[in-house]
């Protein structure tokens, strides 16, 4: 460990706070277990992401984040395909990717012991243009509802969103989509499309149920049109991947797929990713985490 500098990124808004407390925790035990450590905190998601970008070029033996979901997000955009293994010290609301790897979501301490174990796992990412993600990309109702929650000034966390879903369940409907799968081209009305390079987002929604983080391929789930109320029941069981035998659930894995509605801006790791048209990749093995 001597011989080794890594960059820690740290969020330390993540968890509502909590990311500072985790950071100073990690810099204590990274330190102390002989690491060179360089302490990044960018004022803003671009500054972070330049930081991040100057440590990977500058030859760091590891990129390690200390927050949530979003942060992963911009650590991905830095060493995505790089070789430059990602470690992740979970302090955020969500972090589904620290699901992904078993990673410990409550003990600080503990996540960062697995990253001095410094045993590495190599997976995919999903890639759209020069854009990366590790989760889920939502292209429909819960993007809308990001959207809008977004512009929202009051109240503050979870309950923005909640309020954001009642108000978009009152005047959501059906979406047309067009959809290139690989070949195989449809057009049809949804609720939503999510392309999931892993099973889950959202703090544990399988929405891309059976997802697996290395076989090359993506899953692009359809929620075909339902009622409200229908919705409303459906939506508990995304926490159990249970909603796959709904009858108006499809699902098909691909290569590539191009995701077309309009007016939709879609969310990926949680983060505002882009306006739809979008064509969205597997990128095999071009992420490597401490896990």
Known sequence: MESREIALLTNPTAGKGRGVKVRRRALERLRGAGLTVRDLQGRDANEALDLARQCVAGGVDALVVCGGDGMVHIAVQAVAESGTPLGIVPAGTGNDVARYFDLPRKDPDAAVD?????QTRTVDLARSGSQYFVT?????????????????????????????????LRVFEPLPYTLQLDDYRVSLEAMLVAVGNGPSFGGGLRITEGAVLDDGLLDVVIIKPISKPDLIRTYP????????????????????????????VSYADGERFGPLPLTV????GALTVLA
Not at 114 to 118: F, I
Not at 246 to 252: E, S, V
Not at 281 to 284: F, I, N, V, Y
Request: proline residues 6%; charged residues 20%.
């Open 114 to 118: 697995r990253v001095l174990a410094w």
């Open 136 to 168: 889920v990309l939502a292209a429909g109702f819960d993007a809308v509802v990001n959207e809008r929650a977004n512009r929202m000034t009051w109240p503050k966390g979870q309950m923005r969103y909640n309020i954001a879903t009642l108000a978009e």
């Open 281 to 284: 990749e597997c990128a095999p």
């Open 237 to 264: 069981k995304l926490f159990k991947g249970t909603h796959v035998h709904h009858p108006q659930y499809l699902h098909h894995r691909v290569r590539s797929v191009t995701v077309a509605a309009p007016g939709i």
